[in-house]
Every structure is written in C-alpha cells, then in structure tokens.
C-alpha cells in the first residue's frame, strides 16, 4: 500500500499531528469555557465572554482557507511548525502582560495561530497516510481532537482553580512549544506537488462540486450539532432537574460516544466494510434522532440524546474527511481542508446561533427542532440528488 503521492509515513511520524490536533481542540474549550469569572461586573462580563470567544472563531473563520493555500504552496510541514509556535507564543503573552487588553490580543493570536496548523496537520495526515487507511488515520485524529474538546473544560477549569487563567494559558503555551518541537523532529518533510495555474473561478468551480460540497455540508452540520448538543444540552438537564455533576455527565456521553465512534468508523471504512456516503448518511440520521430525542422532557432524554448526537458526528466526521481526500488532487489538499475546516466553523457558530434565536421566541425543544428539521431535510435532498442521478445518467 502506497500513500496516492508516494510518500508515507511511520506511526511515529503521525502522533505529533494528532497531538496538533489535540492542541487546537483543547485551546478552544479549554479557555473558552472558563472565562466566564473574567470580570466581576455581569454584563460587562456577559460582553467580554462574547467578544473573546468570537475573537478565537472569527480569526478561523477568516484564516483557515488561507493558511490552507499556503500549506499547498510552501509545504504544510513549515506551516503546522510556524503555527505551533505561534499559539505558544500568543499563549506566552498573557501570561508575561497579565492584563485584560492582552487576554484579547492573546486570544487572537492563538485563534489565528490555529488556523494555521489546524488545516495542515489534517494535509499531513492525508499526505502521511496510504489512501487505504486514509479511514483509520482521521478517525484517530479525530479521536485526539475530541479528547481535547472533552478535557478542555475540564482540565482547564481544574488549572483555573488552582492558579487562574494565567496558569491555563502557561500550560496552552508549554503544550504548543512541546508539540512544536515534537513534530519538527519526527514529522518529515513533504514538499509541495507541482500544480496547474488555479483561477478564483477555477477554485469556486471546484468548492461547489458535489464531491466536495456534500462532505463538507455534513462535517458542517456535525460541528452544529455537536456544538450545540455541549451548550445546551446542560440547559434540558437542568430544566429536568438534574444536577451539575450530572448534566456533565450528559457532555460527556456525547463527546466520549464521538471519541470512540471515530476510530471504529475509520476502520471499517477501511476494511470496506462501510462505504463514505453509507456511512455519513446514516450519521446524519443518527444526528437528527438525537436532535429530535433531546425535545422530549426528563433526564432520559438528556442522556439518549447526547449519546446519538456523539455517535452520529462520529462517523461524520473520519468519514466526511476521508471522501474529501479522496475527491482531492494531492496537491489541493491544504486549500480542501482549509475550506472544509471553514464550513465546520461556520456550523459551530450557526448551530447555536439558530437555537437560540428559536429558543428565545419560543422554547429550547422547538430550537433543537428546528435544527433537525434543516439536517433533515438536506439529507432528504442529497438523497433524492443521487437516486436521480443514476437514472439522469442512463438517459444519456
């Protein structure tokens, strides 16, 4: 078995990329979930909270697709290593200012740090990988970044407790340095491909395709639900009386069914057990379901709910990014999986934004509602597109 651009890599040379993986995830929630006591006035503190979690968001947003082209043009390697040191950087930051205006230039740094070694890790992966088991390998980074997304809060908040958000930005500065370091000696080089002239009209052509279009819908749609199963899940559990420790035993059933799907989910494909469009189908339906489950009141709700949530953007997930490789030419990579990380983002921002925005007008259950509805009715439509087209097909 041979990678489709004849490189390949050692399980040795993959583990600095799922620990980037890892570094990006556990930034994220790590900060995000425990700046919540940054000021002692509520609602300067309620506009703090917002302005620095879309700090980190918005610069993703804006420079993933960019970071991506460059990985294509000058080699992930360089750039996963410059982002590193970056986010280690930004993370030393505050820890050096200690103040609130560099909590903002901090968090934007680190944002606009991941954006640049987020996307290139996911190049390498698929660079590094034989096309075989381009399945198992992003179904273990995916298994790292959940790990990440899942001990955030967690470890975070135990840091912030026992030395405040200072002491969480020097553990994100030591993580990023170490990894960094890490991945400079034990990932190898991968030169850039050699690549035909790509216009703006070229890559919109390309974006819009089905190929790439529908895996990256539903990592989109996975990154919602996902995103809005951790913020308002807690919200159904307590509204049935559950309390903190049990509510976060509800996130946790969702990430650890995500964590643990994806490697599996991987493997089969593989294995040619699964197919990517079987797979990812089925995620969806999954997904809906527990959208769907978590409008029913009680504790049992909360629980199944989480639990076909995580599940389903499990499989999403390895899966979603394996069929874009596959659709990819290799040298394209970066920029795929620098728009791909996009549209994942905007998901992660659209998912509670239409909740809420249902929620506040009517009731919680109604939002989860209404984002069912919308997963629904796109998997409708994607399959309807492909049973019509065989027989478009036929005709001609």
């Known amino acids: 078995m041979t990678p489709r651009d004849g490189t390949g890599a050692s ?26 006591g940054f000021s002692d006035d509520a609602v300067t503190s309620l506009l703090v909270l917002g302005g620095l979690l ?20 000058v080699g992930a390697r360089p750039v996963l290593l410059g982002g590193l040191v970056a986010f280690a950087a930004a993370s030393l930051l505050y820890v050096i200012a200690d103040s609130p205006g560099w909590l903002w230039a901090a968090r934007l740094g680190q944002g606009a740090a991941a954006s640049a070694f987020s996307p290139s890790a996911s190049a390498l992966v698929a660079r590094l990988s034989p096309a075989a088991t381009h399945g198992r390998a992003f ?13 955030g809060p967690l470890l975070g908040g135990v840091l912030v407790w026992a030395g405040g958000l200072r002491l969480l930005f020097v553990v994100l500065a030591v993580l990023g340095a170490v990894v960094a370091v890490w991945a400079a000696f034990a990932v190898p080089a991968v030169p850039p491909l050699p690549k035909t002239r790509q216009t703006v009209l070229d890559l919109a052509r390309r974006l819009v395709e089905p190929s790439f279009l529908g895996p990256a819908a539903a990592l989109a749609a996975a990154t919602a639900a996902l995103s809005v199963g951790v913020g308002f899940l807690p919200v ?3 509204a049935a009386g559950l309390g903190t420790v049990a509510t976060g035993a509800a996130v946790s059933v969702l990430a650890a069914c995500a964590a643990l799907v994806q490697p599996a989910a991987g493997r089969a494909l593989d294995a040619g057990r699964l197919t990517t469009r079987a797979g990812i189908t089925v995620g969806l339906l999954l997904t809906v379901a527990g959208l769907g489950i978590a409008t029913l009141p009680g504790p049992a709700g909360v629980l199944a709910a989480a639990a076909l949530i995580g599940a389903g953007t499990g499989l999403i997930t390895p899966l979603g990014f394996a069929a874009l490789v596959a659709a990819t030419p290799a040298e394209r990579l970066g ?11 905007l998901g992660d921002a659209g998912g509670p934004l239409l909740v809420a925005a249902v929620a506040t007008v009517a009731t919680l259950a109604l939002g989860y509602a209404a984002l069912a509805a919308l997963l629904a009715v796109g998997t409708a439509l994607t399959l309807l597109r492909r049973a019509r087209r065989p027989a478009l097909d036929s005709e001609t």
Do not use: C
């Not at 879309?54 to 043009?73: H, M, Q, S, W």
């Not at 179904?139 to 001990?151: H, R, W």
């Not at 920029?335 to 983002?345: D, S």
């Open 11 to 36: 399980r040795g040379q993959m583990w600095p990329l799922y620990a980037a993986g890892f570094t990006t995830a556990f930034g994220a929630h790590g900060i995000a979930a425990n700046l919540g």
């Open 54 to 73: 879309a700090l980190y968001d918005g610069a993703e947003v804006v420079l993933k697709p960019i970071f991506g082209t460059l990985a294509d043009r």
């Open 139 to 151: 179904g273990s980074y995916g298994f790292f970044k959940s790990i990440g997304y899942t001990l």
């Open 236 to 238: 159904s559990g307590a």
């Open 335 to 345: 920029q795929t999986m620098g728009a791909a990380e996009l549209g994942r983002e």
